[in-house]
């Protein structure tokens, strides 16, 4: 049977341009380039991307493989049009998982599937994912890009990511070595980061708030939806260089969905807990205005947002002076959250004071 070229469908009749997929690839090429570091120097293009660990200095190195999305975060970006920062988020919440277990964030892959693919939106993705992996030293070596008429609406997209990292063997996170009486120290974060946007859209509706007028809980003029899609904080680097010059760090946290009593258990022994003095954390004034709008306790603040804290760090007494320095020279900044404590009936986390909410 001979198709009719007059009346016969076409892949683009169905909703799928291949052309807007080719001229996409072509506008991100020098995006992906810009990413390229010791191990990965290739071009885009092939069937998979290839990584050298030896060119990257490693010699006897554990793999570290973490994965994630953005969640709903990226409604507040399709509603806004404001998509440049959106891949920052998405490395972000990959990379940070890879560097609490010691590990230092190597390559990234995204996946970005969309209703109707738009070049010049999609440049504007994975110009933010590009920034993301240089503020995390890891190359972008490929991606997916999926247009699938049908099952998005042509407005809407979805991302994930995944990392890959390296640390020498024997020098993963936690080091087993948490005692009673180590330091925690708290890295503050830069906003809501990538959690809890759920929540943070039904606070929104309730209060009746726009996302294009100016945020009602600050002064610098912003607007709601630039302070609801700031990036997420990327503490790679500054951590890494803390890893590297000494020993001080026992184990790190990434305070991402669940909060501090979710993520913090997490590299903590059964005998050990995490005591907070919530008076320390330095609460932004978003989370004040969502704890207000909502009507959210401070135990469900607590569960669901970071709250003013992106990651933990956990050192011994003596090494928290050195540690801390270190970071802020790195331009982190750092506040002391509490102490290691024994665990008898309590739970993993506990808590003094409240939230200045």
Not at 351 to 356: C, P, S, T, V
Request: glycine share 12%.
């Amino acid at each position: 049977m001979t198709a009719d070229p007059k009346t016969g469908l076409t892949y683009a009749e169905a909703g799928v341009d291949i052309d807007a997929g080719n001229e996409l690839v072509q506008r991100i090429k020098p995006l992906v380039r810009s990413t390229r570091r010791p191990g990965a120097d290739g071009e885009i293009g092939g069937f998979g991307g290839l990584f050298d660990l030896k060119a990257a200095g490693f010699t006897d190195p554990v793999l570290v493989a973490a994965n994630d999305g953005v969640g709903t975060k990226l409604k507040i970006a399709i509603d806004t049009g404001l998509h440049d920062t959106i891949g920052i988020d998405l490395v972000a919440m990959c990379v940070n998982d890879l560097v609490v277990q010691g590990a230092e964030p190597l390559f990234f892959l995204d996946y970005f599937a969309t209703g109707k693919l738009d070049p010049a939106q999609g440049e504007a993705i994975v110009a933010g994912i590009a920034e993301g992996c240089r503020q995390a030293g890891c190359a972008l070596i490929g991606g997916e890009t999926a247009e699938m008429p049908g099952l998005y609406a042509e407005k809407d997209y979805d991302l994930a990511g995944f990392a890959v990292g390296a640390a020498e063997r024997g020098r993963l996170l936690p080091s087993g070595e948490l005692a009673s009486g180590d330091v925690i120290l708290g890295l503050v974060s830069s906003g809501v980061h990538s959690n809890g946007y759920s929540l943070v859209r039904r606070v929104v509706e309730k209060a009746g708030a726009r996302y294009d007028a100016p945020a009602p809980f600050e002064a610098e003029g912003r607007s709601l939806a630039e302070v609801l899609i700031a990036p997420t904080r990327i503490y790679v680097k500054p951590l890494l260089a803390a890893i590297r010059e000494g020993d001080g760090i026992k184990a790190l946290a990434h305070i991402t969905g669940g909060g501090f009593p979710e993520n913090i258990p997490r590299v903590l022994p059964e005998h050990l807990r995490a005591d907070l003095d919530l008076h320390a954390v330095p609460v932004p004034p978003v989370f004040s205005w969502l704890a207000s709008e909502g009507g959210i306790a401070e135990a469900e603040m607590l569960r669901t947002f970071n709250c003013g804290v992106g990651m933990i760090v956990v050192v011994s007494e003596a090494e928290a002076a050195a540690v801390a320095a270190i970071l802020q020279s790195k331009g982190e900044t750092v506040v002391p959250l509490g102490r290691i404590l024994p665990r008898e009936a309590e739970a993993a986390v506990t808590f003094n004071g409240q939230l200045a909410l």
